[in-house]
């Protein structure tokens, strides 16, 4: 399984958990959000929805990220998988 370095992703309590289901644990090097797929996500959201503005509601939000194109989402994996062979290569 691949994870960052979030602190909680470190605890004993993951370590045993993988251990115990026979999970090896590879950790992405710090800094490098340009591995972790999910940050791509956060990009697009905060560029195509977000834009610094408040939402008044789950509604509202859902309203707007429902109205972005959804074109580019459906093109992160895509990206992903670059990203992955990309680091694979180094």
């Not at 992160?76 to 998988?81: E, F, K």
């Not at 992955?84 to 180094?90: G, I, N």
Request: charged letters at 20%.
């Amino acid at each position: 399984m691949i994870l960052d370095g979030a602190g909680y992703h470190r605890t004993e309590q993951v370590k045993e958990w993988a251990f115990m289901l026979n999970i090896e644990l590879y950790y992405l090097p710090p800094y490098s959000p340009n591995l972790n797929p999910i940050e791509r996500l956060w990009k697009a959201m905060n560029e195509k929805v977000i834009n610094n503005r408040y939402f008044t509601s789950p509604k509202v939000f859902r309203g707007k990220y429902s109205a972005s194109p959804m074109s580019y989402y459906r093109n992160l994996p895509g990206c992903w998988r670059a990203a992955l062979m990309t680091a694979s290569r180094r």
